[in-house]
């Protein structure tokens, strides 16, 4: 799925090579490439006139078994008139601003029924910070882990404004309230919050304070929950109020919690389990002597290690729950010193199974001791207050464990010595992933090749579509549900890169439509998440240029070789020069670290600043797209494992090796666009997946989708869609001729 990144960026066609017609023309002028000379391209037809059979789910085969047969096939009056009318026609545009959003400039406002009344909340909120004698306080949409998917009942911004967008922070005062959000967001933002809020289009800290500066008189005091703030986010609003002679005051007990009372969802009780041995990359014992000889090779002599994200405590005691949605995590911290170790967790949680791996009952540095999930702060401040040292991840780790170490006995690292260990798996987590990827790639081949059926016949939406993918997954052996809310969209929907259907909220598949499915599985081997774009019709020229362009990109930095510990910020130019080189480009991350039934987006993999450098052993998705505004989007993905290359010099190089296994859409690949190289490249993965997907097809007896992907893994030929090209040239040539209008 797309990474995190900043809003989106809003792309036009300047730039591209191909002609397109002003859409206010009454009658579009002769495309130029009409009135090219033609001598010349006679010899041309004979040079392209390849023994190539079109591809079957499109065109229907020729009687004829002769390969000039099917060459002169193509030239037929109906595929003239799609090649002049249809691939050239200008995407026709789509009208967005009947959106049904507040109006409240009006008297009384405009609400539209999806708009949340919030009156309720703000007042008890209120309330609270009248106790608490504050004249403001910030709600961010995050919880005690710095999670990226939270629980329902962390979702506190989304109770106290109405509005459910996975970004945005809220701030309310004695009289307003506002939301800061990203553009992603702003027209939902819109039809579900009523008046009671302001919406600032901006989500940078300094456009909040200095909104804070304006409403919050001298004096006055801002509160916010330490454990939902970052130590960046706190030294951030703490330097930009420090001169304000207004106070930041942390507040332990979260007040949207206390003003939403007994409606909030309950803590989790769902059992927290051990994973199977076989499922395992090692055994846990051997992950803490591992992280024990980390602290004591450190220079900086660490006596404990913090660990505050959520996988990072999973990964650790190979344990897993279900507390967050799409992830198998559980709220936890773990406390690791020399000689003990404390995990924070709902004990009623753990059954007498899942002690006894723990070995719970005992005391030495090999036996976990279980501590209420709440004791953590106080727990660390005891142990703070010792002649210690506390190394910690700062990336994680919230202000309100920070706030109780003391400077002096603080070891901060962006990241833990879990995360950076968890982010280069071993050759048994390697095979472990690979595995996962075969079987989902089985689940994705049976969805493509029933939409390839069904879309046709106009019975298929986004939602009951995401809905059947979800239910394949969940027949594949080890599944364990989705790894996120799949991006099931068509169309226009598409050019939305975060957008996820729902049951009330959804459109149509179409065959005149390119198709987006950006999707994932959990599964007990192996965490999974590809993105496919599809076109079951005819798509126009400028979609299958940006389909390419994007392919290009993908392959460019999947075939990357690399010094070793290079940073991917420094590659992620491969994954975008094809489209910049026509004046294209995309407004989301390229690529995400991906774990071991753990997170689909696991840091400190990728390719944002943020990264630690590619290593051996890492996952990393690849994933270049392309938007255009309401009309469609293109995602490719794909999970790559970094290996080691193969130089024709001595060195240490890396490259990638593609783990995903699904094939990509030939009917939106222009072959004239590709080099020799990429051709190479696609044909080759094309095969990998035959050798890998297709006996497991054969072995389940799968027999209507080993078909489909053999035919979907046909090598492409080089200069094909020449030959289409000239023969649609001259067709449309021989058209004009007899006074057709094209």
């Not at 500066?213 to 454990?227: I, Q, R």
């Not at 394949?472 to 052996?477: D, I, N, S």
Request: with cysteine; hydrophobic share 35%; aromatic share 10%.
């Amino acid at each position: 799925m797309p990474t995190p990144r900043s809003p989106q960026i809003q792309e036009t066609r300047a730039g591209l090579s191909i002609p397109w017609p002003d859409a206010s023309s009454p009658s579009p002028a002769p495309a130029p490439w009409l009135l090219l000379p033609w001598e010349g391209l006679e010899e041309e037809a004979r040079e392209t006139a390849l023994p190539l059979l079109p591809r079957p789910s499109i065109h229907p085969a020729p009687a004829s078994g002769d390969p000039m047969a099917r060459a002169r096939w193509g030239c037929c009056p109906w595929l003239v008139l799609l090649c002049a009318l249809g691939a050239w026609g200008h995407p026709k545009q789509v009208d967005l601003r009947g959106e049904d959003v507040r109006n409240c400039s009006l008297s009384p406002p405009y609400l539209p029924v999806t708009a949340v009344n919030t009156t309720a909340q703000l007042t008890a909120l209120r309330q609270q910070m009248h106790i608490q004698n504050l004249a403001a306080y910030i709600i961010p949409e995050t919880d005690a882990h710095m999670s990226e998917y939270i629980g329902n009942r962390d979702k506190r911004r989304a109770w106290i404004t109405g509005f459910t967008g996975s970004a945005g922070t809220a701030v309310v005062t004695m009289g307003k309230a506002g939301l800061w959000t990203d553009s992603r967001y702003w027209t939902q933002a819109e039809r579900q919050m009523d008046c009671n809020w302001e919406l600032h289009k901006e989500v940078d800290i300094a456009s909040i304070t200095t909104w804070l500066l304006t409403e919050v008189p001298a004096g006055g005091s801002v509160g916010f929950d330490p454990f939902l703030f970052s130590i960046g986010s706190w030294e951030s609003y703490d330097m930009a109020l420090k001169n304000s002679n207004i106070q930041l005051v942390p507040i332990t007990a979260n007040l949207v919690d206390l003003a939403w009372g007994s409606q909030k969802p309950l803590v989790p009780s769902q059992p927290i389990y051990a994973l199977q041995d076989a499922f395992t990359g090692s055994p846990w014992q051997e992950k803490v002597a591992g992280v024990r000889s980390q602290m004591q090779k450190h220079r900086k002599g660490p006596t404990a290690v913090l660990l505050s994200a959520l996988d990072e405590t999973a990964w650790l005691f190979n344990l897993r729950g279900s507390d967050i949605p799409y992830n198998p995590f559980f709220y936890s911290y773990t406390l690791l010193t020399d000689s003990s170790i404390r995990l924070f967790v709902n004990k009623s949680c753990l059954d007498s199974e899942t002690r006894k791996y723990l070995n719970s009952s005992c005391t030495g540095s090999m036996c976990v001791q279980l501590e209420d999930y709440s004791q953590a702060r106080s727990n660390v401040q005891t142990y703070a207050s010792g002649d210690v040292k506390i190394w910690i991840g700062t990336s994680y780790t919230t202000y309100g464990l920070y706030e109780v170490i003391p400077t002096e006995k603080l070891i901060g690292d962006t990241y833990s010595p879990v995360m950076v260990t968890k982010a280069v798996k071993n050759s048994k987590e390697q095979a472990l992933l690979r595995a996962s990827h075969v079987r989902d790639a089985v689940a994705v081949i049976r969805y493509l090749v029933w939409l390839e059926k069904n879309v046709p016949k106009g019975t298929v939406d986004e939602f009951s579509g995401a809905e059947l993918l979800d239910q394949f997954r969940g027949e594949e052996a080890f599944s364990s549900g989705p790894s996120f809310e799949t991006i099931s969209a068509s169309g226009l929907n598409a050019a939305l890169a975060h957008y996820s259907p729902t049951k009330e909220q959804h459109q149509k598949l179409s065959s005149d439509e390119m198709y987006l499915l950006d999707s994932g599985g959990q599964y007990w081997d192996g965490t999974t998440d590809i993105t496919r774009t599809v076109h079951w019709g005819t798509p126009s020229a400028f979609q299958r240029e940006a389909y390419t362009r994007v392919l290009i990109g993908n392959i460019d930095l999947s075939r990357l070789v690399f010094p070793a510990s290079t940073s991917g910020r420094m590659m992620e130019i491969f994954a975008r020069r094809a489209l910049w080189d026509v004046g294209l480009n995309y407004g989301h991350g390229t690529g995400h670290g991906i774990g071991n039934f753990l997170g689909v987006h696991e840091w400190p993999v990728g390719f944002q600043s943020g990264n630690i450098p590619m290593t051996k052993g890492m996952f990393t998705s690849i994933e270049p797209g392309y938007y255009q505004e309401g009309e469609f989007g293109i995602r490719l993905e794909d999970v790559a494992l970094v290996v080691e290359a193969k130089t024709k010099y001595p060195g240490s190089y890396l490259t990638f090796e593609v783990v995903s296994l699904v094939p990509y859409d030939q009917n939106l690949i222009d072959v004239s666009l590709l080099s020799p190289e990429h051709l190479q490249h696609l044909n080759h993965y094309h095969q990998t997946i035959r050798e890998k997907v297709g006996p497991e097809l054969r072995r389940r007896q799968l027999l209507e989708e080993l078909e489909w992907l053999w035919e979907h893994t046909e090598p492409l030929p080089a200069r094909a869609p020449r030959l289409a090209s000239l023969a649609c040239l001259w067709a449309v040539a021989s058209l004009t001729g007899l006074g057709w209008s094209v």
